[in-house]
């Protein structure tokens, strides 16, 4: 907590000098001097671009100067007579290892090191202001600071309080460093944004409340820190290395999850969140960050990889470091580091789990900004770190930071985690029919540009997308980029293939091609329908069977229920084309939809003689939307009211409706409120009221849900005036 600067009695007596120093006064036994501390806040946090934290607490960034004014009962002490003292760490042994003591000097420092100087002209007899400057590559986190005054005959210390040291990437010594002036204003100021989710032939924007300003965030965030494996095993060695922003980044990878360390988040993939939220219905980060602290430290349940993106997002933010989430399409999991999926049917089109590799319809992580003094300057720049519970990393569930640079031009040798990131960008695909009887495997076809589509994340100052695929990798195709993919491979000694390994990575050139059309815009409580449309690509006559299924599934790929099925035989002339239509009604899939509300469709094509084929195309389907509308301007400390529509599109009524409204700066706390049943094609209409805190642009994200639909989204942006 921040030191009032209170005026404090002295009486004499161990106990009480003791207690005094605690309270922060100084304590000199020849002249019993009083002093209290102002911080300055409102000069220093606008320079630090700090002024935004909510409490009364000194927030700087390393590197620049911070004043602080001491208002003594009697005349100050002779400016050679002062150290001063910044400490970090929770026990007295720790404080001794982490303190710097330093004296006032005549200049200022050079921020190579701790220094102060004293603004004596600005300072009355009984004052002192001084300017303290932190050296650009400190640890960040929270300091105390003390005051020794030393004369001939006696001498006192004193702690005068506590400030938190950040990142600074406003300033070119330190590694977080960010040259523009708009980025720093989105990466590191900006409390809300976008995430995006769906599929590459589906992208959605989906609003994230990021909140690192709000209330108590600061601290929580710290205590993540705190209560590292890391810290918890060698707590000297923690704090000294949280000068290093790929050591804290790669922290953080592994708290914002609770695998290994009872961390911030616990994941769920199952469909059951029975016990917990369903990862869908979170909007935000400061709900959960404060449910984790409020709940003793215990995992909140549960997330997935944007919520893990989200609060990872939201931490990075607050302590200074520069951070974006990043969302990838059809994003690969490579559980062997072999830069290669494999994806298996039986011969009857249903998906076969007889792999653990997999390809996610959209995956989140992020990035962050720093350089990468381990590996050079070339690898400066953004730097992937991923929060989710994927895969170990020396042991634990982290990932990063590994540098875009070294995932495009395939340096894949580096540190850290860089031949799983690079298959999520840019794996191959290889597919197979499999014979569940015999154990026999025929590949069906080789695909490299499958995996890593629309890499995209919020554009700068804007809502819009920024496609970030060509950050990550060469164009598809290109012969750089299949240049880079060998470089890869041989680097992780997988180049050496024996011959039968090399014959079955050859791709196999089909004889039909095939894909699936959508006729209609899918919705929930729709049927939807289908086109299979298959290509003779030679000049003879084909004939084929094609085994058809449709499965729900959840967005990793893992399938749910099958919810249709059908074959029938095809006769093809040379270069002819044929559309199938295909059905797959509301009732056969309404049961087994998950929260992802998507089906996957799949035909094995048998040729008689020829190459098989498969098609196969990923549905998400569209919730009905809900509607916002703020109801007149909006003003700081005025309330305002937002109306939210919902119109139920089904021919039954739905129920358990409940609508849950989050934002920082415009409410004090989430939203939640229960919703009347909706009859069969009817609206609903739900008013409640913000009051707005603070000026400027922000955003208010709405979630609702009910029987039939679960976390239909909406999020409006909001001009929020004084």
Not at 164 to 182: I, R, T
Not at 480 to 485: A, H, L, P, Q, Y
Not at 574 to 582: L, M, N, T, V
Not at 691 to 696: L, V, Y
Request: charged content about 20%; proline content about 4%.
């Amino acid at each position: 907590m921040a030191y009032t600067g209170a005026w404090v009695e002295l009486q004499p007596g161990v106990m009480e000098h003791l207690e005094k120093r605690a309270k922060g006064v100084l304590v000199c036994e020849a002249t019993l001097t009083r002093v209290k501390t102002d911080w300055r806040l409102k000069e220093n946090a606008p320079g630090h671009h700090t002024d935004a934290y909510q409490g009364t607490e000194l927030v700087v960034r390393r590197g620049l100067p911070f004043k602080f004014s001491l208002d003594f009962s009697g005349e100050a002490p002779a400016p050679n007579s002062l150290t001063f003292t910044v400490e970090t760490g929770s026990t007295s042994a720790l404080q001794a290892k982490t303190r710097v003591s330093f004296g006032l000097a005549s200049a200022p420092s050079d921020g190579s090191s701790w220094g102060a100087v004293a603004d004596a002209a600005a300072s009355p007899s009984r004052s002192l202001s001084v300017s303290i400057t932190s050296p650009a590559n400190a640890a960040i986190g929270r300091y105390r600071l003390g005051l020794k005054a030393s004369s001939s005959s006696s001498s006192s210390s004193s702690s005068l309080g506590t400030f938190v040291l950040l990142f600074n990437p406003w300033l070119a010594g330190d590694e977080v460093f960010l040259p523009k002036e708009a980025e720093r204003q989105e990466y590191v100021l900006s409390e809300s944004g976008v995430v995006y989710v769906g599929s590459s032939q589906s992208i959605r924007a989906r609003g994230w409340d990021y909140g690192q300003f709000q209330k108590d965030i600061l601290d929580i965030c710290l205590s993540i820190l705190d209560r590292s494996l890391n810290h918890r095993k060698d707590p000297l060695a923690d704090l000294r290395r949280r000068n290093d922003p790929k050591y804290v980044g790669r922290v953080l990878s592994a708290m914002v999850n609770s695998t290994d360390d009872n961390g911030v988040l616990q994941g769920n993939w199952s469909g059951n969140y029975s016990g917990g939220s369903s990862p869908g219905s979170w909007s935000g980060s400061t709900d959960i960050l404060r449910k984790w602290k409020a709940s003793g430290f215990r995992p909140v349940r549960f997330g997935q990889c944007w919520v893990f993106a989200g609060v990872l997002n939201t931490v990075l933010r607050c302590l200074g470091m520069p951070a974006r989430p990043i969302s990838n399409f059809s994003s690969a999991h490579d559980t062997d580091q072999t830069l290669t999926i494999d994806v298996y049917y039986d011969d009857a089109g249903n998906p076969l789990n007889i792999t653990s590799d997999s390809i996610w319809n959209f995956h989140v992580w992020n990035e962050s900004w720093f350089a990468r003094s381990d590996l050079g300057s070339t690898y400066n720049g953004w730097q992937v770190l991923d929060a989710t519970p994927q895969e170990r990393s020396t042991g634990i569930f982290q990932c990063g930071p590994a540098s875009l640079v070294a995932i495009k031009e395939g340096d894949v040798d580096l540190d850290y985690d860089c031949p799983f990131v690079y298959s999520e960008v840019n794996a191959d695909r290889w597919t197979w029919t499999y014979d569940t009887r015999t154990g026999q495997k025929k590949k069906i076809y080789s695909e490299t540009r499958t995996v890593g589509q629309f890499t995209s994340t919020k554009a700068v100052g804007s809502f819009a997308r920024q496609d970030v695929t060509y950050s990550y990798k060469y164009p598809e195709g290109s012969a750089k980029e299949r240049e880079v993919f060998k470089k890869a491979r041989g680097k992780l000694n997988l180049n050496t293939l024996d011959a039968t390994s090399t014959q079955l990575a050859a791709a196999m050139k089909p004889d039909v091609a095939g894909k699936f059309k959508l006729q209609s815009p899918p919705q929930v409580g729709k049927d939807v329908d289908l086109v299979l449309v298959l290509t003779n690509l030679v000049s003879a006559r084909k004939s084929l069977t094609a085994n058809m299924t449709a499965w729900t599934i959840i967005y990793t790929g893992k399938v749910v229920h099958e919810v249709w099925k059908s074959s029938l035989p095809v006769d093809l002339g040379p270069q002819e084309e044929k559309a199938i239509p295909i059905k797959i009604s509301y009732s056969e899939y309404q049961q087994h939809l998950s929260t992802d509300n998507m089906i996957r469709a799949t035909a094995v094509c048998h040729i008689e003689e020829g190459n098989n084929a498969l098609v196969e195309r990923d549905v998400t389907l569209d919730n009905p939307n809900v509607t916002m509308k703020v109801l007149g301007p909006a003003k700081v400390g005025q309330e305002v009211k937002v109306e939210v529509v919902f119109t139920n599109p089904l021919e039954k009524e739905v129920k358990d409706c409940v609508l849950q409204a989050e934002g920082s700066d415009l409410l004090e706390a989430k939203l939640k409120m229960d919703v009347l049943p909706v009859k069969a094609r009817q609206s609903a209409r739900v008013q409640f009221g913000i009051k707005p805190s603070k000026s400027g642009t922000k955003q208010l994200l709405i979630n609702f849900s009910c029987d039939k639909f679960q976390d239909i989204k909406a999020f409006e942006i909001i001009h929020v005036a004084n």
